[in-house]
C-alpha cells in the first residue's frame, strides 16, 4: 500500500496550519526527536473509521525502516473520538508543553469537527495537564491512547525484522 499524506493533510496558505481533507477525521504525526530509534509516525483515520499507518524508525544498526499499510482502529480510540465529534463547543489550545527542547519528541494532531480543521501541537509535558473543559478531558484521554497505540504499533513492527 502506497498513500501520499498529502492528499490527506495539506497546508493552508492563510494560515499556516494543516488543513485535514474532509474525508478525514483525525490525523496524529508523532517525531521521537533525537533518539537511537528515531521513529517518525504518522496515523490517518477517516470517515469511515478505516486507518492508514505511515512508518519510518532505525534499528540497532542504524538500519531504515518504512512501511505503510492499512490496520484497526482500537475500540477505545474509535470511541473517545466519536465522543470527541459530539462535543458543541470544541475547545482545545494550539499547543500544550511544560517546556521547549528542540529535537524533542512532538506529537502533532488534527482534527476536523464541524468542517473546521482544529491544529494541536503536544510538546514536552512534564507532568500529566488538567483539563480545563470537556473537550480538553476527552483530548487528554486519547493522548494517552495514542501513545499506547503508537507504542504498540512501533513494537509490532520491530519485532517483524
Known sequence: MNFEV??????????GNFKLNEDYILSYDHFDGWSE??????IYI??????KVRLHFRDKNMEKF???FECEIPAEIKSIILEIQKIDNFA???????????????????????????NIRIGN?????????????????LIDLFTKWREDIYQECFQSL
Do not use: M
Open 46 to 51: 477517516d470517515i469511515i473509521f478505516e486507518c
Open 66 to 68: 518504512e512501511k505503510q
Open 125 to 141: 509535558l512534564l507532568k500529566k495537564p488538567k483539563s480545563e473543559n470537556s473537550s480538553e478531558k476527552s483530548f487528554f484521554v
Open 6 to 15: 498529502l492528499n490527506i493533510r495539506k497546508i493552508d496558505s492563510s494560515t
Open 37 to 42: 530509534r528515531l521513529l517518525s509516525l504518522g
Open 92 to 118: 482545545l489550545k494550539h499547543y500544550y508543553a511544560d517546556i521547549f527542547l528542540e529535537d524533542q519528541a512532538n506529537q502533532d494532531y488534527v482534527i476536523n469537527h464541524l468542517g473546521k480543521s482544529h
